[in-house]
């Protein structure tokens, strides 16, 4: 099995969205091939710290040999809890780069590609019980087609839905081919790679909760963070970005802030300059980051 990660998405910015002081204490939640962890290192002192967060087994392989840094291997929604076990209650920034890596992506027999036949997978976590195999084959028509409509937006996801449930009968959905074999009356040969993302992407998310993780994860971060602390997010789909402005903008998810007889009202963070995107020059050299988007916000 290759262990090559490729190059991390916006590596200068969001450093940078840091504004690092040599001797404040950092996170880095999704540690993946370590690119992240290396830039705050260099500009690290002798007296900072960075804890970085990864649940896939494979990253432990990338650990960095430095006496400042401390990986652990753990999903970043229990961030708050491993921090404090490791004495750290406060720290002074935390970069987080969503989605799934390049080497998950690249690796065929986990699952995450549309590129490759493999069994259905897509576990970050690959202790986790809960499978792409699990959703495709055990969920009931209604969940599924949640999962297809609001995780991959897809305005067939009933269809497609009631055709998996009906295939069941008959045989499981084992592989990516038999699953693309199922579904291909919607994989029109124009648009077959888009819908097919769409599709990947929906059971990728209910897989590994990724909206429920990063849910939790932003409620956590007015407490763990420093006032002037730092956050830098990448997100590479819509959901995520979505909740990560809607949450820099008012702390919440959904509706709207009680305000004051002024119409103000009181937010734990406030955004540090506008969103940010790569360069077309990266985007040739790494093609992962052409859906990137960064925003920065900060502990007020």
Do not use: C, W
């Amino acid at each position: 099995m290759s262990m090559e990660y490729h190059n991390p998405v916006l590596l200068k910015e969001t450093v940078d969205g840091l504004d690092i002081d040599p001797n404040g204490i950092y996170v880095d939640v999704t540690f993946g091939g370590g690119g992240h962890s290396k830039e705050i290192l260099k500009r690290l002192g002798e007296e900072g710290r960075l804890f970085a967060f990864d649940q896939d087994s494979d990253a432990l392989k990338n650990t960095i040999d430095d006496d400042r840094f401390t990986l652990i291997h753990e999903n970043f929604r229990f961030v708050k809890r491993f921090l404090r076990f490791h004495g750290i209650k406060e720290v002074d920034g935390v970069l987080a780069d969503f989605g799934v890596s390049s080497h998950q992506f690249d690796v065929a027999e986990r699952g995450f590609s549309t590129r490759f036949e493999a069994n259905l997978d897509m576990r970050m976590n690959q202790a986790s019980e809960l499978s792409a195999f699990h959703v495709v084959n055990k969920y009931n028509e209604d969940a599924l087609r949640k999962v297809f409509l609001e995780y991959g937006e897809l305005r067939a996801a009933p269809a497609m839905a009631r055709l998996i449930v009906e295939h069941r009968k008959t045989e499981q959905i084992i592989t990516s081919e038999q699953l693309k074999s199922v579904l291909s009356k919607f994989l029109p040969p124009r648009h077959e790679n888009k819908i097919l993302a769409q599709i990947y992407q929906a059971i990728r998310i209910e897989v590994n909760q990724e909206i429920e993780v990063l849910k939790e994860f932003l409620l956590q971060m007015p407490e763990i963070l420093n006032v002037g602390g730092r956050l830098s997010f990448i997100s590479y789909h819509s959901l995520e970005d979505r909740l990560v402005k809607r949450f820099i903008r008012n702390g919440m998810f959904e509706g709207e802030p009680e305000r004051d007889m002024f119409g103000n009202f009181e937010v734990p963070l406030k955004k540090v300059n506008g969103l940010i995107i790569p360069s077309k020059e990266e985007i040739k050299i790494n093609n992962r980051a052409r859906s990137a988007k960064l925003r920065i916000a900060e502990k007020l």
